[in-house]
């Protein structure tokens, strides 16, 4: 199994009072290891999938994502960027539990093809990315052309779109360009919607098999809806969980899917083991496995 994506610095910011703009506010402040590609791994090495991961990051963290990763038994193949810090990304959570994003890519932006050593293709089955890779101009190439030495290998690949704002950016249409062919899509449902315009999002996830086979669409506390291209149609409820921090989610979803896929279960086994992951990440501080 291998993941190629983001390395992040997670800096989480819980004010502790109302917001004084212009001003200091008492505030939780916690760092985390994260970004979406590398939460992935991770939670697929907790789950004892053997996992290559692949990315950049700065010089400033990158022997820290090296280990962090390896204690969840992630095989990290981590560029060092030498000129970039690596990626960061402050989250502030705010008192209605909705998070806001600052986003600095850094050495993400600088992945390249040279980073994609040809050994870390041995005994894989999958491959994952997030939309990440492709919405960045810069590592665009890299999705694209990782994607089509998968296909070479006869690799199975899966997609996570990851953030509706920057599908609505990039354009249903190049984004459907770009992962036409995929076996799996991840969207959540307000992708799905930003991808197809329908706002039901079974019907979203049938429209989305004429461009990738299998078409999960995660909504959320609702559980998820899966489609096939060969008609299979399924549905089930989330997993009954104590949220505390919902960051993570989906990747837990994507690493529960994938396991269950690369161990040979059938759809419904996907499907469960992906909302059995994702309710333990909502159970967890920042995007990680314990
Ligand atoms: N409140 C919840 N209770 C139980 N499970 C949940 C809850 N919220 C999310 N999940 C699980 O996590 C999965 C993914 O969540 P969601 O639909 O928010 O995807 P996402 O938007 O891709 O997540 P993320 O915010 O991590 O990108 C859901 O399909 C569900 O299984
Ligand atoms: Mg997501």
Not at 165 to 178: N, S, T
């Amino acid at each position: 199994m291998l993941v190629l994506g983001d390395v992040v610095d997670d800096l989480l910011v819980r004010p502790l009072t109302a917001v004084t703009p212009a001003s200091d506010t008492r505030a939780e402040i916690r760092h985390r290891p994260g970004g979406s590609g590398a939460n992935v791994a991770a939670w697929l090495g907790a789950l004892g999938v053997d996992v290559t991961f692949v990315g950049r990051a700065g010089h400033n963290s990158a022997g820290e994502h090296v280990s962090t990763l390896q204690r969840h038994g992630v095989d990290p193949r981590i560029a060092v960027d030498r000129e970039r810090m690596t990626a960061s990304i402050v989250l502030v959570l705010d008192e209605q539990g909705e998070r806001t994003m600052y986003v600095d890519r850094s050495a993400n932006t600088g992945l390249t093809m040279r980073d994609i050593p040809d050994d870390v293709w041995r005994d894989v089955a999958v491959l994952h990315l997030t939309g990440y890779t492709f919405f960045d101009p810069a590592t665009r190439p890299v999705a694209l052309g990782v994607i089509a030495a998968a296909r070479r290998r006869h690799v199975a690949v899966s997609v996570d779109p990851s953030s509706a704002a920057y599908l609505r950016e990039a354009g249903a249409d190049a984004f459907r360009d770009w992962v036409a062919g995929v076996d799996v899509l991840l969207p959540n449902s307000v992708e799905a919607t930003v991808l197809t315009g329908l706002s039901d999002a079974d019907a979203a996830a049938e429209q989305l098999t004429a461009s990738c086979a299998t078409v999960a669409v995660k909504l959320g506390g609702g559980g998820a809806v899966v489609r096939t291209s060969d008609g299979q149609q399924l549905q089930a409820a989330a997993v009954l969980a104590d949220v505390r921090d919902s960051t993570g989610a989906g990747d837990g979803f994507a690493a529960g899917w994938i396991a269950a896929w690369v161990r040979g279960d059938d759809l419904a086994g996907r499907l469960a083991a992906g909302l059995e992951v994702s309710a333990r990440a909502v159970t967890v501080l920042g995007g990680r496995p314990h």
